[in-house]
């Protein structure tokens, strides 16, 4: 079973290097449809969604949006198995980089630089497209319980060096303190739902819901600066690897540490809407984002 599974993963990769990358996810991307239109797995969770973040929306405006995101979503599984052919060539024909000064900059403080992650277009390709840039980038996510699939899935996404953290690990701390003291990057994704003891309760939208309070207990205790990055996709099929400038927080720090965990945290998840506003098709509807904080 277990050599079946490699047999398979290694004939997709190959499948999609062969027939290039653009074809690759539009053949994924149809499996939008199949999930949002026709199996119409969780369809009405993701119209729900839309339309709790965009109430004047109207019906056939959010089943357009829907559709557009399930589609984008399903095409990124392409970028996962072409990740071992990206190199500059394909960089220079697909991708434009906005914002790389900003991190540059950053980096000159030998701090480290935090990021504050989302699930607004393909991430795997967004770490990999920042490791390629010579940055030491980490990334925190979830791993699978079971090793040889995960030794699989993290050879393709740490094909270009990104490096991966456990969320809630004995070794979590440390990581990711170490990763900032070589000033390496150190994403960290906060659009979807946290409950206690990891989250605390914030505001998305405008609507309760429980955000994970990690980022802003680094910043506190590290000083590092937090730049918000993310990739869309434009009209003509380009890749933008997006780095906003550096986000002042002075004005969200009390001297309470709690009140300044929740302020900070509130102020990414303000910023985070703000990303998925301009971009709402990129971003996960699917995700039940607001579940009752508890």
Known sequence: MNLLFHFC???????CQLIGWRASRWLFSLLGILWFDILRV??????KHI??????????????????????????????????????AWIDRHVVYEGVEHVERTLEQKKGVLILG?????????????????????????????????DIWFALRGYHGVQYIEPH????????????????????????????????????????????????LFHLKTKSPIIPAYCYEDASGRIHMVFEPALNVE?????????????????FCDVTESIIRRHPEHWMWLHRRWKKFE
């Open 51 to 88: 339309g709790m973040a965009f109430p004047l929306l109207g019906e056939d405006e959010k089943i357009k949006m829907g559709r557009r995101s399930m589609r984008l979503q399903t095409s990124h599984a392409a970028d996962l198995f072409i990740l071992p052919s990206i190199d500059q």
């Open 251 to 267: 004005g969200y720090l009390s001297s309470d540490k709690e009140e300044s965990i929740f302020r900070l945290t509130q102020y």
């Open 118 to 150: 989302m699930h607004v277009g393909s991430g795997d390709l967004a770490a990999s497209l920042i490791a390629l840039k010579k940055w030491n980038m980490h990334l925190i996510t979830k791993f699978f319980k079971n090793k040889k699939l995960n």
């Open 9 to 15: 993963i290694k004939l997709m990769s190959w499948f």
């Open 169 to 216: 690990g004995e070794k979590t701390p440390f990581q990711i303190l170490k990763a900032l003291k070589a000033n390496g990057l150190v994403g960290f994704v906060l659009d979807q739902f946290m409950g206690k003891p990891y989250g605390i309760e914030t505001s998305f939208f405008g609507i309760k819901t429980g955000t994970a309070q990690g980022l802003a």
């Open 42 to 47: 969780r369809r009405k969770d993701v119209i």
